[in-house]
């Protein structure tokens, strides 16, 4: 079993809330090496032998099973690029806890690009949660760009949990889903910044499967002079049913830029997108002010109420 700094488990405590553990199927990868991986009796995890990253083997006997991918990054100045590819049999139950937390005490950039497929069976239900946290004292920046690529075949359902909440300077996001028949996907995206952060997200759903579904909502809170970026689109080939929700929290001198799109190539594609950018409600605000709350807290409140 690998001894854990103090560091690394504080930041673990944040991006990996069920509990890290050294025990069933997981990967720790910190400051761009594996300092400890296990398997399970359905899911198998082996190092990839041409690039930086693990190859993750989910079998069909897997039912309500767990697998946890943390990476930490705690030296400063590094960017670590890893590729983690997910196989995933037919009839799986699986959650997969994954996230990237960054320690960067010093002046030089600390950067983390993660770039997870996901070869999805039929009959499958998978869970993908991915925490994006960064702490530390130092002036240089903590950069946080995923890539996650999901192929699903029929008959699947696929939760796609992201938030990004505190301490990341900036992230570019994309992803990417090709949905089979009967299949869906189900994405939900909660974000924060503040001071000069900035955050942008781009992603394509393909819904290619006769019956196939996607719903996609996302939340965020831009506070101070910070960035937001939203670009989901969805493209309806089949009969298919598809619903964007975008909905923003703007305060003091942030900027929000919302572009949901919809792209419908089949007659009974069915697709919806709604966006709204908005400030606090004053009448939440002295509401919650009468129940004795400074004006800090009551936005606390609110905030936390809307992005959970």
Do not use: W
């Not at 006997?61 to 943390?70: C, G, K, M, R, Y």
């Not at 796609?160 to 949905?179: P, Y």
């Not at 309806?236 to 923003?248: K, R």
């Not at 003091?252 to 919809?262: D, G, L, T």
């Amino acid at each position: 079993m690998a001894e854990l700094n103090q560091i690394t488990s504080e930041v673990l405590a944040q991006i990996d809330p069920a509990g890290f553990e050294q025990k069933g199927a997981f990967n720790l990868r910190e400051n761009g090496y594996s300092v400890c991986q296990g398997d399970s009796e359905h899911i198998k995890i082996k190092k990839k032998t041409d690039r930086e990253g693990i190859d993750i083997f989910i079998s069909k006997d897997a039912q309500n099973e767990f697998v946890h991918i943390p990476v930490v990054v705690s030296q400063s100045g590094i960017t670590d690029v890893v590729y983690n590819d997910f196989y995933v049999e037919d009839g799986a139950n699986v959650t997969i806890i994954a996230g990237c937390g960054i320690h960067n005490s010093g002046c030089n950039d600390t950067r983390h690009d993660g770039i997870h497929a996901f070869h999805i069976g039929s009959n499958c239900n998978v869970t993908y949660e991915e925490k994006h946290y960064g702490e530390g004292s130092g002036t240089g920046g903590r950069i946080l760009n995923p890539v996650t690529k999901i192929y699903m075949k029929e008959n699947s359902v696929f939760n796609l949990d992201t938030v990004q909440i505190k301490g990341v300077d900036s992230t570019v996001r994309e992803t990417e889903v090709e949905v089979g028949a009967n299949s869906r996907i189900y994405v939900t995206e909660k974000l924060m910044t503040h001071d000069e952060q900035s955050a942008e997200s781009n992603m394509a759903i393909v819904l290619n499967g006769e019956g196939s579904s996607a719903q996609v909502i996302s939340r965020s809170v831009a506070k101070g002079s910070s960035r937001q970026i939203f670009h989901p689109k969805a493209i309806g080939n089949t009969s298919c049913h598809a619903h964007i929700q975008c909905d923003s929290i703007i305060m003091e001198q942030a900027n929000v830029c919302s572009i949901p799109e919809i792209d419908a190539h089949h007659v009974d594609a069915q697709i919806v997108h709604e966006a709204a950018i908005g400030r606090i409600n004053n009448e939440q605000l002295i509401k919650l002010r009468t129940f004795g709350l400074n004006e800090e807290e009551a936005e606390a409140v609110i905030i936390d109420n809307f992005l959970n």
